[in-house]
């Protein structure tokens, strides 16, 4: 994601954390025309809950590679590392049209995700005599740890360092923002499936059991089916208006999120996919699947529920015509076009979901 403010959306709630509704709570309660509960449990339980627990799984095979390099470093581990990075990225990047609940406001997002990366503080780390331990990079500034520090240690600036570049400073701190990911990753997965020290009831439940009596968090299911589509619009304008769009008008390739890597194609694709996920009730990557928003929309206006897939669909694919590497096509204007059509296609997926699906559930 970009490090951009998000509003604090838990508060206290009969001794827990619990997220503010979607609308106004005195529309909430009066709103009636989404009045199914399967989709809202299955939304946790088969898109949420399993994203969540394979970015944790895959930050595990993550720390074990990099664990791996540190011990020998050669090429074909940092290669492993590598891999390993771009696998648990997606997960991450599928999440990221559900960015609501502890991910949010237990800060986890901006550790793990804050871009752009602060080379200036991130090098001070590395020219320092701190012991580089986990404890201590839970401690740095969101910018000098998670994802892109760790791209950035893995990849190097031009996406071609080696092994005889790493140096034992630079592997103690790999290690310790391993570890610190697994942590992280760990914690926002039970935050939904068995709860912790702050939030003393499993947020699946608080989110499964919306419009139920005594749930302030989500008091119908209207603000639960809104929280959802608010989070798949919420990742449509990120992409368009701010992924691609900060880099392509500056014409900067230094403002281009997972430049290390070349990622950024795929980034992108994979956030149009959690719109996907989040609509569907399905996560392929994960294997699972529930009744989705789709199911509902579709016994509703299934004209409607063909023009969100077939939008879903269209812009997955005009991110996916865009020329690798990002960043070099941002500075061609003969690609240019390409570019402009994907930015378009996912606005015009957002406008939908703005227009038509929102009133729909509200």
């Known amino acids: 994601m970009l ?12 001794f ?7 609308c106004d709570s005195n ?42 390099l540190v011990a020998a470093p ?27 609940g502890p ?28 012991a580089l331990t986990p404890a201590y990079v839970s401690s740095l500034d969101n910018s000098q740890k998670g994802f892109h520090t760790l791209e950035y240690l893995l990849f190097g600036v031009d996406g071609t360092r080696t092994p005889a570049e790493l140096g034992a400073r630079e592997l103690a701190y790999l290690d310790a923002i391993a570890s610190d990911f697994v942590t992280l990753t760990d914690r926002l997965a039970k935050s939904w499936t068995t709860g912790d020290a702050q939030l003393t009831v499993k947020y699946r439940d608080l989110f499964a059991t919306a419009g139920q009596a005594g749930n302030q968090a ?26 691609i769009a900060d880099p392509l008008d500056n014409r900067d390739p230094l403002l281009e999120e997972s430049q290390f890597s070349h990622n950024s194609l795929i980034d992108f694709q994979n956030n149009i996919r959690s719109v996907q996920n ?59 076009p390409t570019i402009v059509a994907a930015q378009e296609a996912i606005t015009a997926l957002q406008t939908v979901l703005e227009q038509e699906l929102l009133p729909l559930v509200q």
């Open 74 to 100: 050669d090429a074909a581990k940092l290669t492993a590392a590598r891999d390993a990075w771009v696998a648990a990225r997606a997960p991450w990047e599928q999440s990221e049209g559900f960015l609501f």
């Open 278 to 336: 989040a609509y569907t009730g399905r996560v392929p990557d994960a294997g699972t699947s529930g009744r989705g928003l789709s199911d509902w929309v579709a016994s509703k206006n299934p004209t409607l529920d063909a023009k969100v897939k077939a939008h879903i669909t269209a812009a997955i694919d005009a991110v996916g015509a865009i020329p690798a590497p990002f960043a070099t096509a941002i500075l061609d204007n003969a690609k240019r």
């Open 103 to 130: 991910v949010d406001s237990f800060g986890i997002d901006p550790a793990l995700d804050s871009w752009p990366l602060n080379e200036t503080d991130l090098n001070a780390v590395l020219s320092g005599q701190d």
């Open 3 to 14: 490090s951009r403010s998000r509003p604090s959306i838990l508060a206290p709630f009969a």
């Open 16 to 22: 827990a954390l619990a997220v503010a509704p979607a």
């Open 218 to 243: 989500y008091p119908s299911l209207s603000a639960a089916a809104q929280e959802i589509v608010n989070g798949m619009i919420g990742i449509c304008d990120e992409v368009a208006k701010g992924k």
């Open 27 to 68: 529309e909430a309660s009066t709103a009636a025309s989404f009045e199914d509960q399967e989709v809202i449990a299955d939304f946790a339980d088969e898109v949420v809950v399993p994203t969540y627990e394979l970015l944790a799984a895959r930050a595990v095979l993550l720390k074990t590679a990099v664990a791996a």
